[in-house]
């Protein structure tokens, strides 16, 4: 893992972990390069654009440090997966949102056509299942099970998505049930999927999954919001012009009625900008930050009583305050 | 399994066998039609159509028979698992296309629009693996293992059709492995998937499945410039239109220099039409069918010396031959 692309809660939680965890991170980078660099020109020029481009890496560590320094390397292979079926729906998210730029960079969508790109997240959400097939491991009913679970919820809450486009009275339940679906149950599966620990340690680690997911998509649409492009590789308010309606403005729409008489399917990049400033005027943010805030300390909480030893907790507690810290 | 939306050939098959073929069949049916009714208003809607549209259920059928009468359900499982990756990628073959109709109906593409039809493609995917891992079979590595790898082969041969698009230079073994990937491995898969037989039995099953597979596509490639459109559901041409060169326009090239010269990319549909009636003058439609034939052949003859048993055999004949007349 090339550090100098990691943002600093990750690159903290590697200097915390003793040795295992960064060999173990390196290995499952090795092995994601190896996949998409091996799979055909078209697969190494697009989808290796999107491997060079970083991300956190989050939910593969989330895989390896839930499993624990004692896991086998059927734990690399679960990282691996799942990092996968994430980088697939990212490319797929990028096709259905006909986005330019990711991490500030081109979409696969942008740079070689919506064809190439459903087969490319086609490809990358295979190679996932492929990966888990593979010894040791051998492709567990359990690990294929949560794998495929949750990538059934990322394509539900994609289709609850587009249902709800452009419906200014969608409620905080359906946004967050939708969040489940498309967020927090890749999270979920990945505090799972590593390893097979006891049923009250499986249920803690769960709920750590889904409310650390919960927190990372309620801050990521506070960024949406607020920005900076610069930052986000996004445009402000890219998510009111795909019509997505988020918990901001969900919040917002009741403290400015004129919120609650957008024409959504009206607006221009200028007009998104401008909504999102009334958004902020409500200052309905802090609300949203302060529940994500709520979310991540739940999550911290449950860990201890669950018998999850200290050394998991510490390096579990950094993951969560980073998904916090990245957008504070 | 309604038997008034079912081709001859499919029906002849379940005829010829016992109680358990039908039955079986039936089963992967219901689970076909609960998943896809179960699984939200969207995907009920549009898969809920394409289930419905029907198709010939082969790759199913090919798993169960290939399987054979002492198979438990994790065969059905795994009839069921290849149905939904194969309708998983008409989906998204018909959204890189932007088909307006398949098997005569409106495909989801057209009636909901990419991002719907993107997503539910990927439900379907998700779901096909997750059905590998149900109890019993309980995602066995060998099972995910096949299905992961042949969906890797069609996203594949799916990158490199788009990558050789409008290249009139493109050669008979470069059609042929594409094929290979496309369609062929998914009925070698279906071959395999079922169960688990020596060595020498699954190396026939293997190749019955890949050349049929190859018939298959060359038959189908050979429908798209013969028409009628009222028996494909789709206008004759198409594949000239996305700029795919078959094999029908491969091998007729060498003897009618002009179409060695066309601009692929200039077609209209009545250009492509034109097109088809010029390579339909050269013969080489018969060369095709006929290599096609020879393919079926060969996949029939290697049953016997492997030990698959006569109760197989027929049924495998049966289906082999159903491929060559449902084209003749």
Not at 111 to 137: Q, Y
Not at 148 to 164: I, T, Y
Not at 276 to 294: F, H, N, P, Q
């Amino acid at each position: 893992m090339n550090r100098s692309n990691v943002p600093p809660p990750v690159t903290r939680v590697l200097d915390a972990a003793e040795a295992w965890l960064p060999r173990r991170m390196a290995a499952v980078e090795a092995r994601l390069s190896e996949l998409l660099t091996g799979g055909g020109p078209t697969l190494a020029a697009e989808a290796g654009a999107t491997l060079a481009a970083g991300g956190k890496r989050l939910r593969p560590m989330l895989v390896l440090v839930c499993a624990g320094d004692q896991a086998g390397d059927e734990a690399i292979r679960a990282a691996t997966a799942i990092e996968l079926v994430h980088m697939a729906t990212l490319v797929h998210d990028d096709v259905l949102d006909a986005a330019p730029l990711r991490r500030g960079l081109p979409t696969v969508v942008a740079r070689a056509g919506r064809a190439t790109a459903t087969a490319v997240g086609d490809l990358l959400f295979s190679r996932a299942f492929a990966e888990l097939s593979r010894p040791p491991g051998n492709g567990s009913g359990r690990q294929v099970g949560l794998l495929a679970g949750a990538s059934v919820g990322l394509a539900k809450g994609e289709l609850a998505q587009r249902q709800d486009a452009f419906d200014l009275g969608i409620g905080a339940d359906r946004y967050l049930e939708r969040c489940r679906l498309k967020t927090a149950r890749l999270f979920e599966c990945a505090c799972l999927i590593g390893t097979e620990a006891d049923p009250r340690q499986e249920a803690a680690l769960a709920t750590f999954g889904v409310e650390i997911g919960l927190a990372f998509q309620l801050l990521d649409d506070v960024l949406d919001v607020t920005g900076p492009a610069q930052r986000t590789g996004k445009a402000v308010g890219t998510d009111l012009l795909d019509g997505t309606v988020t918990m901001p403005l969900i919040l917002a729409r009741a403290s400015d009625r004129s919120l609650a008489e957008l024409d959504l399917r009206s607006l221009d990049a200028d007009g998104a900008a401008e909504v999102c400033s009334r958004i902020a005027a409500t200052g309905v943010l802090e609300t949203v930050r302060a529940d994500a805030r709520a979310r991540v300390e739940h999550a911290k909480s449950v860990l201890a009583p669950a018998g999850i030893d200290a050394r998991r907790r510490q390096l579990l507690t950094m993951v969560a305050d980073g998904v916090v810290e990245r957008y504070s």
